[in-house]
């Protein structure tokens, strides 16, 4: 594991946090403290805290500093990254460390309560108990004060690891806030990102051009220079502008844009629904024969219909993602048409739209790009305000296609 952060000295575990040098150091001031109290030393005063809350725009590396904290804690090293507490923190698997990542649109209070009970036991490894949330956000507010109340009474060896969009810290209650320490992450710069690709082997152009499109998001850089169909469905997305010629077209690229994103959303989800779905019912005896496999069958009905529901919201939250990515990539085009409006010296976001770019910037003023890019940064907010995607993508086809 390559050192690819700001700071020369970092432990490997924080390699892959590019741009992030101040919040490597605060992580890396902690680590160390921490180590001093497993030792039974006294740290520096306020180095160590028990609860930690990690910000930062999508794509920032929130989960993957949380996860590097995590395994720089119960590292021996600090974060040597090759040590069996690096390897099995990183891949989630360590015994001493749970990791919360929804897969609907909340987080229930029975997982809360229980993942809680389990975070206040003495550590397996005589280090440190330590409870991640990924998209802390989506606590429910019941869900919110069962870990109020762990976050107000720690065990001794127990850190709180929350992860929160910059958007929406506000969703996580301000008594819980108010109890962590803030880890601010950044949108990493372009040539950052294009930096990691090229030493993850992605060749130079391939990076550069999967950077600037990625919008500062390292995951989705990573996939548009991996997959063919991610480049695929952001290409059908950057023809929209040019297909809104007449009114009915704005109904029918509405139509192929939420079944595009549906049918991407079932791509991902399938796949684990059928595996699920399978594992469930061979504990419950599936395949088995005589009473006792029959009366065990029939006892799983109930577990089932909870797998369904939560099968049920993951692909909801996975559609509501998909369509999301869409729209991202779309007001990123509407931005460059602006910026071309207005003469702005500013690298373009689609570099491979440029021609399409230019059509637009003629035909439109600076205010009728920007009355476009904001319906469709609206459009994001409609939807998630729980607005039916349909609906609010129509409604931001009509405004793009208007004079």
């Given at each position: 594991m390559?050192?690819?952060v700001d700071l020369p000295?970092?432990p490997?575990v924080f390699a892959?946090l590019i741009?992030?040098?101040e919040a490597?150091?605060?992580?890396?001031t902690?680590?160390?403290?921490?180590a001093?109290i497993?030792?039974g030393?006294?740290?520096?005063p306020?180095?160590?805290?028990?609860a930690?809350?990690f910000?930062?725009?999508p794509?920032?590396g929130?989960?993957v500093?949380a996860?590097?904290?995590?395994?720089?804690l119960?590292c021996?090293?600090g974060?040597c990254?090759v040590c069996?507490?690096?390897h099995?923190?990183l891949a989630?698997?360590?015994?001493?460390?749970?990791?919360?990542i929804?897969?609907g649109l909340s987080?229930?209070v029975?997982?809360?309560?229980e993942?809680?009970?389990q975070a206040a036991s003495?550590p397996?490894g005589?280090?440190w108990?330590v409870?991640?949330?990924?998209?802390?956000?989506?606590l429910?507010?019941r869900a919110?004060n069962?870990?109020?109340?762990?976050v107000?009474?720690?065990?001794?060896?127990?850190v709180?690891l929350?992860?929160t969009p910059s958007?929406h810290?506000?969703?996580?209650?301000?008594?819980i806030?108010?109890r962590c320490?803030?880890?601010?992450?950044?949108?990493?710069?372009a040539?950052?990102?294009?930096?990691?690709?090229?030493a993850d082997g992605?060749d130079?152009?391939t990076?550069?051009?999967?950077?600037?499109?990625?919008?500062?998001?390292?995951g989705?850089?990573r996939r548009?220079?991996?997959?063919?169909?991610a480049?695929?469905r952001?290409?059908?997305?950057?023809a929209i502008?040019?297909?809104?010629?007449?009114i009915?077209?704005?109904?029918?690229?509405?139509?192929?844009?939420?079944?595009?994103?549906d049918?991407e959303?079932?791509?991902l989800t399938e796949?684990?629904?059928?595996?699920?779905?399978s594992?469930?019912?061979?504990?419950?005896g599936?395949?088995g024969?005589?009473?006792g496999?029959?009366?065990?069958?029939?006892s799983?009905s109930g577990a089932?219909?909870?797998l369904?529901r939560r099968?049920k919201?993951?692909?909801t939250r996975?559609k509501?993602?998909?369509?999301?990515?869409?729209l991202v990539d779309l007001?990123?085009?509407?931005?460059d048409?602006?910026?071309?409006?207005?003469g702005a010296?500013?690298?373009?976001?689609?570099?491979d739209?440029t021609?399409?770019?230019?059509?637009a910037?003629?035909?439109?003023?600076p205010d009728?790009?920007?009355?476009?890019l904001?319906?469709?940064l609206?459009?994001?907010s409609?939807?998630?305000?729980n607005v039916?995607p349909q609906?609010a993508i129509e409604?931001m086809?009509?405004?793009?296609y208007?004079?």
């Open positions: 390559s050192a690819r000295d970092a490997p892959t741009g992030q040098g490597v150091r605060m992580l890396m902690a680590a160390t403290a921490a001093a497993v030792r030393e006294t740290p520096p306020g180095a160590m805290t028990h930690w809350l910000t930062g725009p794509g920032s929130r989960s500093a996860r590097a904290f995590a395994a720089a119960q021996p090293q974060g990254g069996s507490e690096c099995t923190t989630g698997t360590h015994a001493d460390v749970r990791t919360v929804p897969d987080i229930s029975e997982l809360m309560r993942l809680v009970r003495a397996v005589e280090r108990q409870l991640l949330v990924e998209d802390a956000d989506r429910t507010e919110a069962a870990l109020l109340k762990a107000e009474e720690p065990s001794p060896r127990t709180f929350l992860c958007t810290p506000d969703d996580i209650p301000v008594t806030r108010s320490r803030q880890v601010t992450l950044r949108t990493p710069s040539e950052a990102i294009a930096a990691l690709l090229v992605i130079t152009d990076a550069a051009w999967a950077a600037a499109a990625s919008q500062g998001h390292i989705r850089a548009l220079a991996r997959d063919p169909q480049r695929e952001r290409a059908r997305v950057l502008p040019r297909a809104l010629r007449t009915g077209a704005c109904f029918d690229e509405a139509k192929a844009l939420v079944d595009a994103t049918a959303a079932k791509e796949e684990q629904d059928a595996k699920e779905r594992n469930l019912e061979l504990a419950y599936a395949g024969t005589g009473k496999a029959t009366a065990a069958l029939r799983a089932l219909k909870d369904e099968q919201s993951r692909a996975t509501r993602d998909a369509l999301d990515r869409a007001a990123g085009f509407y931005r048409v602006l910026l071309r409006t207005l010296p500013v690298p373009p976001v689609h570099g739209a021609d399409d770019v230019a059509t910037a003629a035909a439109w003023t009728a790009a920007l009355r476009r904001e319906a469709v609206a459009c994001r409609a939807i998630d305000a039916k609906i409604a086809m009509a405004t793009l208007r004079p």
